[in-house]
């Protein structure tokens, strides 16, 4: 296991990484800060990848990312994640919608827990899913930055 915390113009992002790839990222000032293993090991080489497409996304050179992901979950939660990823950048999707996209319609609430247990945030989209009514609903880092991620992509919601 390997960690890495970098520095966004938006805060602090940890990133945790296995063999196979990134297992968690989390902005640190959220409400699910990423807490370091026992046995993982800090490691630059692990992440050159992902900060490099982190620094295109917060300059406005990236819209999506090309990274390998390990994220662990039941097959539910995967299946939801993986939706997440075809979120474009910039676009807003509600709960339903996302239900409907995994051809689960009534599976709203079931959706809406997966989303929130996303270990990697940012990268798996998890800010682009807001209120049907287009307002902003809850985000692990908090509604402010959930508010300056979607500002930063241009997206269309009501504050």
């Known amino acids: 296991m390997y960690h890495n915390i970098y520095h966004s113009p938006l805060g602090e992002i940890a990133i945790t990484a296995n063999d196979d790839g990134i297992t968690a990222l989390a902005f640190q000032q959220g409400a699910a800060p990423i807490q370091?293993?026992?046995?993982?090991?800090?490691?630059?080489?692990?992440?050159?990848?992902?900060?490099?497409?982190?620094?295109?996304?917060?300059?406005?050179?990236?819209?999506?990312?090309?990274?390998t992901l390990a994220p662990q979950g039941t097959p539910f939660q995967q299946t939801v994640w993986q939706a997440l990823t075809e979120i474009p950048f910039g676009q807003t999707v509600s709960y339903g919608w996302l239900a409907k996209s995994i051809n689960n319609e009534k599976a709203v609430r079931a959706v809406g827990t997966a989303n929130g247990a996303n270990p990697i945030a940012l990268i798996i989209p998890c800010h682009r899913v807001i209120g049907a009514n287009k307002k902003l609903t809850g985000y692990a880092g908090g509604l402010a930055l959930k508010a300056k991620l979607l500002m930063h992509e241009q997206a269309d919601f009501k504050p």
């Not at 900060?51 to 990312?65: H, K, M, N, P, V």
């Open 36 to 67: 370091f293993a026992e046995n993982s090991t800090q490691s630059d080489k692990h992440f050159s990848e992902v900060t490099q497409q982190l620094t295109e996304y917060f300059a406005g050179q990236r819209t999506q990312f090309n990274l």
